[in-house]
């Protein structure tokens, strides 16, 4: 269900001219060395190329007159030089300088992934990685999952990451929790996240050991900063048989302010009508989908950035009742969802800095589950089994909040910071003639240390302190990470951790009388960064206690464990104009939880998963070619039945082979004054059966494969937009 609700995130980027000329040079660091591996570019074109091994550059660009060709270097500030391009060979020397010594510091990394378009030694994904992944529809969970430690779960949203629950991963947007970062829940269909891409211009995905300046989430966090002033003003619209949109960023003349708007409008009845779906669809899924934004530059150089969507959808879908084959199971849903952001990140002076962070979120879901004859009219049947799965339901998910963290720079490079926050949860539940009222005053104190001994080793060292209202618990959250540069773009990280959690709405609706869950990690891994390239090994333990049991009562007297062993590699340097990525992942987790009647591998978590994933683009024929492979082995499935006091495992067994190869191509073109893309993909190229688990009848008699609703899902689009050309982005990308 996730790609059904695929919005205009996409990016719009073109170029297009005629007749070709010759750029060489050299690229040198200002004392004279040869610098291997800069990227050199004819700025806002596909044009350029790659120092070689002896610092020299050649390449041909079909652009004319006056242009200005830029360098740039992992660890160099970027040069710019105009140049003026006719008929004759240009020659060009660059001299760049070093950035200041944070990047040449070691960086602790252990249990995270960086993504941004200033990139870090633990970088390895941008927004255009992200759009540009094939079959992932622009959905930045999508893109996650292709890294180590993410399990391939498709019949449910969320990141399944190191043995943890999708719930177990938490969203933070410029420091905010996010309470519904995904479109609402729909039995067996995984669902999107609501957030384009290009929103960010970094990204923390963190498999464990994350920082004490976030809490609440049990294995990780995915830690996402928004952008900043855009580079000029722009219109934008977008088509395609599924949806329509339009959107306006307009900036201020002195660069210091800007505000933008956007819609969206998403219904899949030309789709289904030609592509048929399993579940018979009674209403049609339908979005709406409009945000605006505002950015202000602060006369201390500091920003003021505020962000708000506004959502609703509605689909219904009928499925054969698995108790009688006569009868049938109705869903519908309607939701809306208002979510806002506002920043203020200020230089205070005298090596202080401030980040303050506002967010409200509500979210509205109404929802249907009934019982229908063949001709599909209710029906009452008088068995408890069938009847009671009759539901009619009201959410409403509140979140007001509030944080502020305050950070000193200490000497040379080592910062102190600390802060807190406050968040007030308020969610109701109708279900039937039940109603469920959560009322939470939650608030967090927390303070970490960045200190560089040397420039080869560091530390960051953290504390967190939690109380929650509504169970009348406090934590105390300790946070340690080393890390030891061993030389040649090479670096060795340990992290220790532990994390805590509340047991979910579903549970304290029956009882407040919980504590915390808890989880330990312990991470080693070591990375090494090279130009072009990276390679990533990371080895993980992470121990859990006082899970939720909910038989035979509900209490904290739940445990379990996952171990394991990550690899990546990423290389945009082997063969040219290829840039691929590899990660695999080995995990070993059991856990008793819930109804479990022992530590059993939950179904959620298959031992091993890896994903392939290349990107090609042609310049000669503006094309980009995407493909992405995923893999993992079956996955457990169980049948718990209650057996007197206890449950017992009526079935069990492992699902197939997980298999998805995606694909999308992008061309480049101009239409008119609009730079232009169009955009086409497809999921699960291959047709391969995708099985993540097994519905029960209520006596155990039967089992029906839960699946995809169609085998594939195909994309076709065309993005415009006049004013800005995202080119450069694509280039330094592919180059």
């Given at each position: ?5 695929i ?11 005629s ?10 660091d ?10 050199v570019v ?16 050649s ?11 830029v ?14 391009l ?16 944070e990047?040449k510091a ?5 249990g ?15 927004s ?8 992932a ?25 190191r043995g943890g629950?999708g719930?177990e ?16 829940s ?17 990204t ?27 580079e ?21 003349k002195?660069?210091?302010?800007s ?11 030309a ?44 689909l ?24 806002q ?36 009219i ?19 998910a ?18 102190i ?23 939470e ?10 200190l560089?001994?040397?420039n ?22 300790p ?25 979910e ?14 989880a330990?990690?312990?991470i ?10 990276t ?24 445990t ?8 990546y590699?990423r ?5 040219k ?20 009647p ?8 298959a031992?091993?998963?890896a ?26 499935y ?14 069990q ?10 694909f ?24 391969q ?7 029960y ?9 839960i ?9 076709i ?13 694509a ?5």
């Amino acid at each position: 269900m996730k790609q059904f609700a695929i919005l205009p995130f996409l990016f719009l980027m073109a170029g297009w001219a005629s007749a070709q000329m010759r750029v060489t040079g050299t690229v040198k660091d200002n004392r004279g060395h040869i610098l291997a591996g800069a990227s050199v570019v004819v700025k806002g074109s596909y044009d350029g190329g790659v120092s070689d091994s002896t610092g020299h550059f050649s390449f041909k660009t079909f652009e004319k007159g006056a242009q200005t060709v830029v360098a740039s270097n992992v660890g160099y500030k970027s040069m710019e030089l105009p140049v003026t391009l006719g008929t004759e060979t240009v020659d060009l020397a660059f001299s760049l300088k070093e950035e200041v010594s944070e990047l040449k510091a070691v960086t602790v990394t252990a249990g995270s992934f960086e993504a941004g378009d200033k990139k870090r030694a633990a970088t390895v994904l941008s927004s255009l990685d992200v759009v540009t992944t094939g079959g992932a529809n622009a959905d930045i969970s999508a893109v996650v999952k292709t890294l180590p430690g993410a399990q391939q779960v498709g019949e449910q949203e969320g990141l399944f990451v190191r043995g943890g629950a999708g719930y177990e991963t938490k969203q933070f947007i410029d420091g905010t929790l996010v309470n519904n970062p995904y479109f609402s829940s729909v039995p067996d269909l995984a669902q999107r996240g609501r957030f384009s891409p290009f929103l960010f211009k970094g990204t923390v995905f963190s498999t464990g050991g994350y920082s004490a300046l976030y809490g609440q989430a049990l294995s990780s966090a995915l830690i996402l900063e928004s952008i900043d002033i855009p580079e000029r003003s722009e219109a934008q619209a977008s088509i395609s048989p599924i949806f329509l949109g339009a959107g306006l960023q307009e900036i201020a003349k002195d660069k210091k302010s800007s505000w933008g708007m956007q819609y969206g409008y998403t219904n899949l009845v030309a789709y289904f009508a030609i592509v048929k779906q399993k579940p018979d669809y009674f209403t049609i899924p339908e979005f709406h989908a409009g945000d605006a934004n505002f950015r202000i530059r602060t006369k201390k150089g500091g920003i003021i950035k505020y962000y708000t969507t506004l959502a609703t959808n509605k689909l219904g879908l009928r499925r054969p009742n698995i108790d009688d084959p006569s009868l049938k199971n109705a869903f519908g849903l309607s939701n809306t969802n208002w979510y806002q952001n506002l920043s203020w990140r200020e230089n205070l002076g005298s090596g202080w800095k401030m980040n303050l962070g506002l967010s409200y979120s509500t979210d509205h879901t109404s929802f249907t589950n009934q019982i229908q004859n063949q001709n599909n009219i209710p029906v009452t049947t008088g068995q408890v089994w069938i009847d009671s799965t009759n539901v009619a339901a009201k959410t409403t998910a509140d979140l007001s909040q509030i944080k502020a963290v305050f950070d000193k720079r200490l000497s040379g490079i080592s910062v102190i910071r600390f802060g807190g926050e406050y968040m007030y949860f308020y969610n109701k539940g109708v279900f039937n003639n039940y109603t469920g009222l959560l009322r939470e005053h939650f608030k967090s104190l927390f303070s970490e240390a960045d200190l560089y001994i040397t420039n080869d080793l560091a530390a960051k060292l953290g504390v967190r302190f939690e109380h929650s209202s509504l169970i009348n618990k406090a934590n105390i959250a300790p946070r340690l990470s080393l890390a030891y540069k061993t030389g040649n773009g090479g670096q060795m990280s340990i992290a220790y951790g532990i994390f805590y959690q509340k047991p979910e709405n579903t549970y304290l609706y029956a009882t407040t009388n919980f504590g915390y869950t808890k989880a330990t990690h312990y991470i080693i891994n070591y990375i090494k960064n090279t130009t072009l390239q990276t390679f990533r090994v990371e080895a993980f333990y992470k121990k859990y206690e006082d899970l939720v049991k909910t038989y035979p009562a509900y209490n904290n007297d739940g445990t379990g464990y996952a171990k394991g062993i990550e690899f990546y590699w990423r290389d945009k340097k082997t063969i040219k104009n290829l840039d691929y990525w590899i990660s695999y992942s080995y995990l070993d987790t059991k856990r008793d939880y819930l109804n479990y009647p022992g530590q059993l591998q939950p179904n959620f978590a298959a031992n091993h998963t890896a994903s392939l994933v290349m990107k090609r683009f042609v310049n000669s024929i503006n094309t980009g070619f995407n493909f992405t492979y995923s893999f993992a082995t079956g996955r457990p499935y169980y049948n718990f039945v209650k057996n007197g006091v206890k449950y017992e495992i009526a079935d069990q067994g492992k699902t197939i082979s997980y298999n998805n190869l995606g694909f999308s191509l992008n061309y480049l073109m101009s239409m008119g004054k609009a730079y232009a893309v169009w955009v086409a993909s497809v999921t699960n190229v291959l047709n391969q059966n995708q099985v993540f688990g097994y519905n029960y009848s209520h006596d155990g008699t039967r089992k029906e494969a839960i699946s995809t609703p169609s085998p594939r899902f195909y994309f076709i689009g065309l993005f415009l937009s006049w004013g800005v050309d995202r080119r450069q982005d694509a280039i330094n990308n592919n180059l």
